[in-house]
């Protein structure tokens, strides 16, 4: 039997609740397989903070690079917030994504049928949306260099290499390949260099998938076009910072950024998380949804252990338990029948996975 070793970053917040869940429905999905998970926890955000000093201890990273794929909660909250940038979570993350090399950022947004009336967009816009947002995770404005401040002036660089252009292009012409081959890279060539170099960049590796049809639209207008007509997009390819901001507004055609999963892939390892934040206001009050997390497990098990089955199994008992009517407090108002807590959730779909047959 084939054991799976997983490094667990439960984070701050809601994040432990999440993990917990997805925990249960990855041990629901083992019992039907011919495979197993150990679970390593390791710490990171402000909880890693209060115990370590460090908000990404180093022990993390090497737990996380001696398993075969990370699944991750969620960091941050106002309690660290005043702390020296370098020490608060979110640089934690930031160092955890370079350290592990995870330059893809891979965010789809997918509109589940029971949940059209969910969408703060009316039901024939969203029904159906299914697209993936490819962005760029370890270079752009976030790490450039020079950055900083002074009393009067701050700044940061937004700069992209060739190389690291061509493999995120790479990367979102090839999961466009497995899709519906088209690909729109997202920038602001009209205002910016390191945007032409990107559009020019991306426009060569296109080159190599003639299969695949490429557009470039500038990110206002993305912004604009993701509420106007969501269907028009199938694979987005963006830059860190875009990419950030598109991701959020294409979470809320689903409904609820509770249900988003994602992946952070590279050439060393993957790390899976739900899209949202550690929502330290709703923090252990057993409310928040797990879909996400769950979801984010299911991409893991997709993406970096190739147990495809298993994966399928799993979005399938997410579909069941929405379409039972099973809805967290996030979408309580949205055709509930019965709306259930986070472990509830978590249960109900971890049932459903066990008895559906494969
Ligand atoms: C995200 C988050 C992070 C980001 C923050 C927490 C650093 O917003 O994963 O989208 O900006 O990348
Ligand atoms: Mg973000």
């Known amino acids: 039997m084939k054991t799976y070793k997983i490094a667990l970053i439960k984070g701050d917040g809601i994040g432990p609740e999440i993990i917990d869940e997805a925990v249960k429905v990855l041990d629901s999905v083992a019992s039907c397989y011919d495979f197993d998970f150990s679970y390593e926890e390791a710490l990171m955000g402000g909880c890693a903070y209060d115990i370590t000093g460090d908000p990404l201890p180093q022990e993390t990273i090497n737990i996380s690079l001696n398993s075969d794929a990370v699944l991750f909660g969620a960091i941050g909250g106002t309690k660290w917030d005043n702390l020296p940038r370098e020490k608060r979570p979110e640089s934690g993350l930031l160092r955890f994504r370079?350290?592990?090399g995870v330059y893809a950022n891979l965010r789809p947004a997918v509109v589940y049928d029971e949940l059209v009336n969910a969408s703060s967009l009316k039901p024939e816009?969203?029904?159906?949306?299914?697209?993936?947002?490819?962005r760029e995770l370890i270079g752009g404005i976030y790490f450039g260099e020079p950055k900083g401040r002074d009393e009067n002036r701050g700044w940061n660089t937004m700069v992209y290499t060739r190389p690291e252009i061509e493999r995120i292009a790479h990367q979102a012409f090839k999961i466009a390949m497995t899709r519906s081959k088209r690909v729109c890279s997202i920038d602001k060539a009209n205002v910016l260099d390191v945007s032409q170099l990107w559009r020019d960049v991306v426009t060569e590796v296109a080159k190599e998938y003639p299969e695949v049809e490429l557009s470039h639209m500038y990110v206002d207008n993305a912004a604009m076009q993701l509420i106007r007509d969501p269907k028009q997009f199938d694979v987005m390819l963006t830059g860190?910072?875009?990419g950030d901001i598109l991701s959020d507004e294409a979470s809320m055609l689903s409904g609820s950024i509770g249900l988003l999963p994602s992946a952070s892939v590279g050439?060393?390892?993957?790390?899976?998380?739900?899209i949202h934040g550690s929502a330290p206001d709703i923090a252990g009050q057993g409310i928040a949804n797990p879909i996400a997390t769950i979801a984010s497990a299911s991409m893991m098990l997709r993406y970096a252990l190739g147990e495809i089955s298993a994966a399928d199994k799993i979005d399938e008992a997410i579909k069941r338990a929405l379409s039972e009517g099973y809805?967290?407090?996030?979408?309580?108002?949205?055709?509930?029948?019965?709306?259930?807590?986070?472990?509830?959730?978590?249960?109900i779909i971890a049932n459903y996975v066990a008895k559906c047959k494969h």
Do not use: H
Not at 125 to 134: N, S
Not at 327 to 347: H, I, N, P
């Open 327 to 347: 809805r967290t407090r996030d979408l309580a108002q949205f055709d509930a029948k019965e709306v259930c807590s986070t472990s509830e959730m978590g249960s």
């Open 125 to 134: 816009i969203v029904r159906g949306v299914d697209l993936m947002v490819v």
């Open 240 to 242: 860190n910072i875009f």
């Open 267 to 274: 050439a060393k390892i993957g790390v899976y998380e739900p």
């Open 98 to 100: 370079k350290e592990l």
